[in-house]
């Protein structure tokens, strides 16, 4: 597969030096790739708006938002873009949310042509998770998980809105939620997202149920689906048991945590079962859904605070989902116990975790949190309070909209609207570095021969730390 003297993964064929396009540069590559024709169709194509079009800036915000699968909005996608428009930002959802190179990788493969070795780790490089199954395998499983989940989804949806919205009015926003939800996009083409549904609690598990499976992660649910069949090895990988077990105390933690918080306020009004359903749906959106059945510019601080550290911890590797990943986290605190009991090593369900993926992980939030406190300065920067006047709610504000951001979250308190070109743009790029990970963004700026040459080390010393 060639083009211009180049194969697909840029080796020279003509004998002359290799030009190679590492798996970072072409995971990056593709989102922006994708984020330009999203923002291009948004300016050109036909019948997607209601009335007046995107400006330049919007387009590139609206379409990334989408792409990164965030959520924030400069505009309501309800009345502000027609059902056309409103298929080009679910189409733009859906190829971000399994990702472009999935669909990339698998075109390849039904060509029958052979990866190389950095195309197939951008394409699914944690195989060695699930070391029993081929790339092919894998990917397929990606896609057929995603569109069973989805179609299966809508339908339920479409069942319970039949009777509010009538049945041919229920089926588009079936899909389009349904969509939305297991790509933790947080998009809805409801004007008020869904607060109309706060006393409907059928509707509220099953957005978050596709939420959930959505930001568990492929490799988990490939791992499930393949012990459920009798198809696996003996156990669940331990990379499946972290996701599930810690997942499923930040659902219950934030649940209990929304509940004592926001029962005395916004969702005082509601019975205890409704409430019970809200604290839920408010745990299982802030890990970078995005749906909303509460108002958070008017949560209380306790809300707030705990939105903020779902939102940084976010979702699972291999998921639709954001953040600084459950696993990233967990590994962190499991390395920081065994410090405090005086091991050397660190382990999890009977197994020990390599020290590279130790690193790594502490690599991630380190670099998270940098990227977190820098745009959030920048934000303060350019986003100053009108007449000068210090306002400390417009400090929670841009800090807010910053994790939501980068957490690919898609919440917010009302700045989003409210936000200068410069605030616009500068939300733009934290949500495209949400997406991509601030490590793969920077691996990729980073020329190979280079990074393999300064692979050498000094002397060592030692520092004095704590």
């Not at 330049?56 to 056309?84: E, K, R, W």
């Not at 947080?186 to 409907?200: P, Q, T």
């Not at 492929?218 to 048991?241: E, M």
């Not at 972290?242 to 509940?259: E, P, Q």
Request: hydrophobic fraction near 50%; glycine fraction near 12%; include cysteine.
């Amino acid at each position: 597969m060639s083009f211009g003297g180049w194969d697909f993964v840029g080796s020279r064929q003509d004998g002359a030096p290799r030009f190679r396009v590492t798996s970072a540069q072409f995971f990056v590559g593709s989102f922006v790739f994708l984020v330009v024709l999203g923002a291009l169709g948004l300016l050109v194509l036909p019948g997607l708006y209601t009335g007046e079009r995107l400006g330049v800036v919007d387009s590139l915000f609206t379409a990334a938002s989408a792409v990164c699968v965030t959520g924030l909005t400069v505009v309501d996608t309800a009345t502000y873009f027609t059902p056309l428009g409103q298929a080009w930002i679910a189409v733009l959802i859906q190829l971000g949310g399994i990702g472009i190179l999935t669909l990339t990788t698998l075109v390849i493969l039904g060509l029958g042509r052979r990866m190389s070795l950095d195309l197939e780790r951008a394409g699914g490089g944690h195989t060695t998770v699930l070391s029993h199954l081929s790339q092919r395998s894998l990917l397929g499983a990606v896609v057929r998980f995603t569109f069973a989940i989805e179609l299966g989804g809508a339908i339920v949806l479409w069942v319970l809105w039949r009777g509010r919205l009538g049945s041919s009015a229920a089926l588009w926003p079936a899909v389009f939620h349904s969509i939305s939800a297991f790509c933790n996009a947080g998009f809805s083409i409801f004007s008020h997202s869904l607060m109309d549904f706060r006393a409907s609690p059928l509707t509220l598990v099953t957005v978050s149920g596709l939420i959930i499976l959505g930001g568990l992660g492929f490799l988990v649910l490939v791992d499930l689906w393949a012990r459920a069949r009798g198809t696996g090895r003996g156990r669940l990988s331990l990379h499946t048991k972290i996701v599930l077990w810690s997942s499923a105390i930040l659902l219950v933690g934030g649940t209990f945590g929304f509940l004592v918080f926001e029962s005395p306020f916004d969702l005082r009004l509601l019975g205890m079962p409704d409430q019970v359903v809200n604290a839920w749906f408010m745990s299982a959106t802030a890990r970078t859904a995005g749906f909303h059945t509460v108002d958070y510019s008017t949560a209380s601080n306790g809300s707030i605070l705990l939105t903020l550290a779902l939102m940084v911890i976010g979702g699972s590797p291999g998921s639709t989902a954001g953040g600084l990943k459950t696993t990233s986290v967990v590994l962190l605190v499991l390395m920081l116990w065994s410090r405090l009991r005086g091991r050397s090593h660190t382990s999890a369900f009977g197994r020990t975790i390599p020290r590279d993926t130790l690193e790594r992980a502490a690599g991630v939030v380190i670099a998270g949190f940098l990227v977190l406190a820098l745009f959030v300065f920048l934000l303060l920067i350019l986003e100053l309070p009108e007449h000068g006047e210090l306002d400390r709610v417009h400090l929670l504000e841009m800090v807010f909209e910053a994790h939501s951001a980068f957490g690919t979250v898609g919440l917010s308190m009302g700045a989003t609207p409210k936000l200068t070109d410069g605030g616009r743009l500068l939300i733009t790029l934290l949500m495209f570095l949400g997406r991509v990970g601030p490590l793969a963004f920077a691996v990729s700026l980073v020329n190979r021969r280079n990074r393999a040459r300064e692979d050498y080390r000094f002397a060592q010393e030692d520092v004095v730390v704590g």
